[in-house]
């Protein structure tokens, strides 16, 4: 079997269910044969890396440990799911306190043990905090930390592709931005349907603007609706779409749907949160979504609401202030 790469590729919380979705999706998808898996309840990581042995992946070198310093030495790619998952009646917000300080330990982990990481992917929520309390932690350049945002846009394809009652591939240009949560920003202006426009649908027969604000919200609450389904929080999308954002890093672009990064520009300071992007070698890009001032204004509130609960984290000492970040992480 042929692999993109002979890097190591590390899963953090891989006892879990996303976490051995995730190792199975790496070797699948022929990304490296050298994969590890973390977790700190080593029963659970070695019971999902046996399941891996048994699949009998042609050239895989997959390893196991509840060791972090094992674990990361020698790292080049790391997704982490490691975080505190979310039931129901939870908000990804609720989650704040505990997996912050994950967070916090997951970047000084990879300070000490693989500082020239090429690309980190934060998955366990709120992961647009998550996500920057590694980044700051860690000393990576913000290039290299990217968060886990393609889901609300893919949620938005898939309703809009049910309502139409076209093939998902048919609906193209779907994208949501800002916080991956109930105040993300749903851009209708990207979209269409079978090459239309949204815009020229809602409202019309076809899509009443009561049905479009119903499927709107319905996206902002795509993670609920999947927990009362299922009786536990996403994890085959999660796995599927993160171990994509690393394969589009490997190969030098490609991959389609937002991502979370770094933003410190376009009248953003300092925040983690999905903008339009591509990833390639270098990492996470990013650019201003083009939208409707209506939309654009949406992207505001969502920013907004990122920065009280990034403050709420400076309250707590898990991140220092501001104007201290470039003395904890040069590349800030």
Not at 6 to 15: M, Q, T
Not at 42 to 47: A, D, E, I, R
Not at 110 to 119: N, Q, T, V
Not at 176 to 195: D, I, L, N, P, R
Request: hydrophobic content about 40%; aromatic content about 6%; some cysteine.
């Amino acid at each position: 079997m042929a692999y993109l790469t002979e890097d190591k590729v590390v899963i953090l919380g891989a006892g879990g269910a996303i976490g051995s979705n995730m190792m199975q999706a790496v070797l699948t998808m022929g990304l490296s044969p050298n994969v590890c898996g973390y977790d700190p309840y080593l029963p659970g990581v070695k019971g999902a890396s046996e399941e891996m042995y048994h699949c009998a992946f042609p050239g895989a070198n997959l390893t196991y440990t509840d060791d972090i310093k094992e674990a990361l030495t020698d790292a080049k790619y790391i997704i982490s799911s490691g975080g505190a998952p979310r039931k129901e009646g939870m908000t990804r917000e609720d989650l704040l306190k505990g997996n912050a300080q994950i967070a916090e330990q997951l970047g000084k982990d990879i300070k000490s043990y693989c500082a020239d990481l090429k690309f980190l992917v934060v998955i366990f929520n709120p992961a647009d905090i998550t996500g920057l309390v590694a980044l700051v932690h860690s000393g990576l350049h913000p290039s290299k930390v990217g968060t886990l945002a393609a889901l609300d846009s893919t949620r938005l394809q898939t309703a809009l592709s049910q309502h139409f009652n076209v093939p998902q591939s048919d609906v193209t240009g779907c994208r949501t931005y800002g916080g991956h949560g109930e105040m993300m920003a749903v851009f209708a202006s990207t979209a269409k349907v079978q090459g239309t426009p949204l815009t020229d649908l809602i409202g019309t027969d076809k899509l009443s603007q009561e049905k479009w604000d119903e499927i709107r919200g319905n996206v902002c609450q795509g993670g609920k609706a999947i927990i009362q389904l299922r009786g536990r929080s996403s994890f085959q999308s999660p796995a599927h779409q993160s171990v994509l954002m690393v394969k589009g890093v490997i190969e030098g672009g490609g991959y389609e749907w937002p991502v979370g990064g770094y933003v410190n520009d376009f009248g953003f300071e300092k925040i983690m949160m999905a903008m339009e992007t591509k990833l390639d070698a270098d990492g996470v890009q990013l650019s201003m979504p083009a939208g409707l001032p209506e939309e654009t204004e949406a992207l505001k509130a969502s920013y907004t609401h990122l920065t009280k609960l990034r403050d709420e984290v400076i309250e707590m000492g898990v991140l220092p202030p501001l104007a201290d970040w470039s003395s904890v992480n040069p590349n800030l």
